[in-house]
Antibody
């Protein structure tokens, strides 16, 4: 069974950093491109980052470019999102999503507040 | 950036009725348009990809149509479990973008 499980969310102060992880199981992570998508409370979905196989190509939304870094460790079946210079508007549930868009994690909540 | 505009924001219907949801793109996305269903506290679920192809396991009452800039998701006869928020997404250009969502609520 394909599963994606995010972790690493929590409360962080403005300007702080956080690293999210997404543990993949039931499939070979190295075979798939991956994405991070977020959803602010009561709002719509926002795609924020994409990474191809072998990390050859990476894309970011303008809202996070220069502050967030996506990476992957295929040997450990893990996808990461390193977030820095966090702002209140980064408060959201963060989902990792496989590139076929069929499989989503359950999400992890990041709250940026003092 | 391609902006997707969904209408209406809220659709109030009764079970058994037909639901028609619209998604309009600010420029052509060819047929690279997907639809998702999201229920409270859950991750989105892929319903339709490439404008009109149903994802695995999606009931036939869900259908998608359109190309270019105008797209429609139709639910032919609403079941109780269909009351949810529906999002469209374009995968034609970076950055990938989503519409603001349409809530289908029980009338």
């Amino acid at each position: 069974e394909v599963q994606l499980v995010e972790s690493g969310g929590g409360l962080v102060q403005p300007g702080g950093s956080l690293r999210l992880s997404c543990a993949a199981s039931g499939f070979i992570l190295s075979d798939f491109y991956m994405n991070w998508v977020r959803q602010a409370p009561g709002k719509g979905l926002e795609w924020i980052s994409h990474i191809t196989t072998g990390s050859n190509n990476i894309y970011y939304a303008d809202s996070v470019k220069g502050r967030f870094t996506i990476s992957r460790d295929d040997a450990k079946n893990l996808l990461y999102l390193q977030m820095s210079s966090l702002r209140a508007e980064d408060t959201a549930v963060y989902y990792c999503v496989r590139s076929d868009w069929l499989y989503w994690g359950q999400g992890t909540l990041v709250t940026v507040s003092s | 950036e391609i902006v997707l505009t969904q209408s209406p924001a809220t659709l109030s219907l009764s079970p058994g009725e037909r639901a028609t949801l619209s998604c309009r793109a600010s420029q052509s996305v060819s047929n690279y348009l997907a639809w998702y269903q999201q229920k409270p506290g859950q991750a989105p679920r892929l319903l339709i990809y490439d404008a009109s192809s149903r994802a695995t396991g999606i009931p036939a009452r869900f259908s998608g149509s359109g190309s270019g800039t105008d797209f429609t998701l139709t639910i032919s006869s609403l079941e109780p479990e269909d009351f949810a928020v529906y999002h469209c997404q374009q995968r034609s250009n970076w950055p990938l973008t989503f519409g603001g969502g349409t809530k289908v609520e029980i009338k």
